[in-house]
């Protein structure tokens, strides 16, 4: 006498809820109301139901989302969030709240300062940006307890998002180092600087790519996929074997975490054919 939901995940599970509610008790819950009355007397489902999908990987979100949207997010608010993505199917997300405390770490190994962390990362507001590669430093800097909050943000974001069985998409190494480390010509996003880009030839790759995996493993534990976009929306450096540097991100990554995927995102002319021709499928 009780309706009752079954399904091979969690994921899965609490979208036959979200299918329930909204077919049978009229009850829709949008990204901006995500409250529900439900009835006295939960209804009855007529007949079995049974729905599948083809789609293994469902992913949300791209990084402009993390500052247009999520910037001052507390935990509160990202429950909901995590709610609502299970509720519609999501188990494939982009994780990168907290990313800057990689960073400063990262730096803080390799000698430098606090003060040339806090002119490298920007004001939460400008993050995304900066992990695209278009801009460093602007808005900021952030104070020291930014770092301790976004970094304890994370992982209750990870554990909450493994509990549902979701694969987290965290970012990954792509070459990228703040200009003040870099002995070329300063590189610019619509009259923001850039961070500079490695190129594959530089030793130092390997060096900040190896750190770079070490810290966000030891803070966050490791992923099946990390997101990485190079040279977006910008020229390439002069130069460049776009092929090679794909190449060479690819297994700097496999390296540090076998098996791992690299996802990137659709945007403009990214990714550049040349780059995913020279990758292997898969």
């Known amino acids: 006498g009780k309706p009752v939901v079954?399904?091979?995940?969690?994921?899965?599970?609490?979208?036959?809820?979200?299918w329930y509610l909204k077919h049978h008790c009229?009850?829709?819950?949008?990204?901006?109301?995500?409250?529900?009355?439900?009835?006295?007397?939960?209804?009855?489902v007529p007949r079995r139901e049974r729905h599948e999908t083809t789609l293994p990987l469902r992913y949300d979100f791209n990084y402009c989302t993390f500052s247009y949207t999520m910037a001052f997010?507390?935990?509160?608010?990202?429950?909901?969030?995590?709610?609502?993505?299970?509720?519609?199917?999501i188990n494939m997300p982009l994780a990168a709240v907290g990313h800057e405390c990689v960073w400063r770490n990262l730096l803080l190994r390799l000698g430098r300062s606090e003060a040339e962390v806090a002119q490298f990362v920007p004001g939460p507001a400008f993050l995304a940006w900066w992990e695209m590669n278009n801009l460093?430093?602007?808005?900021?800097?952030?104070?020291?307890?930014?770092?301790?909050?976004?970094?304890?943000?994370?992982?209750?974001?990870?554990?909450?998002?493994?509990?549902?069985?979701?694969?987290p998409v965290l970012p990954?190494?792509?070459?990228?180092?703040?200009?003040?480390?870099?002995?070329?010509?300063?590189?610019?996003w619509n009259g923001f600087t850039r961070p500079s880009i490695l190129l594959p030839t530089d030793k130092r790759f390997d060096q900040y790519a190896k750190l770079?995996?070490?810290?966000?493993?030891?803070?966050?534990?490791?992923?099946?996929?990390?997101?990485?976009?190079p040279f977006h929306e910008g020229r390439l450096p002069q130069g460049v074997d776009i092929g090679a540097m794909g190449r060479h991100i690819l297994s700097t990554m496999q390296q540090a975490v076998p098996g791992a995927k690299w996802v990137i995102?659709?945007?403009?002319?990214?990714?550049l054919p040349a780059m995913l021709d020279a990758l292997p499928a898969g």
Not at 6 to 17: C, D, P, Q
Not at 153 to 162: A, H, N, S, T, V
Not at 212 to 229: C, L, Q
């Open 265 to 271: 995102q659709g945007w403009n002319a990214n990714p």
């Open 212 to 229: 770079f995996y070490e810290e966000t493993e030891r803070i966050y534990g490791k992923a099946d996929y990390y997101s990485m976009d």
């Open 136 to 167: 460093e430093g602007w808005g900021g800097p952030v104070p020291q307890s930014w770092y301790a909050r976004q970094e304890a943000l994370q992982k209750r974001i990870l554990q909450r998002m493994r509990e549902f069985g979701m694969k």
């Open 172 to 188: 990954g190494y792509c070459g990228m180092v703040p200009s003040f480390l870099s002995e070329g010509t300063k590189q610019y």
């Open 26 to 44: 009229g009850i829709h819950l949008s990204w901006n109301q995500m409250q529900a009355k439900l009835p006295d007397t939960l209804p009855a």
């Open 73 to 89: 997010w507390d935990w509160e608010r990202w429950q909901t969030e995590l709610d609502w993505m299970v509720l519609h199917g």
């Open 6 to 18: 079954r399904g091979n995940s969690w994921v899965n599970i609490a979208t036959g809820i979200n």
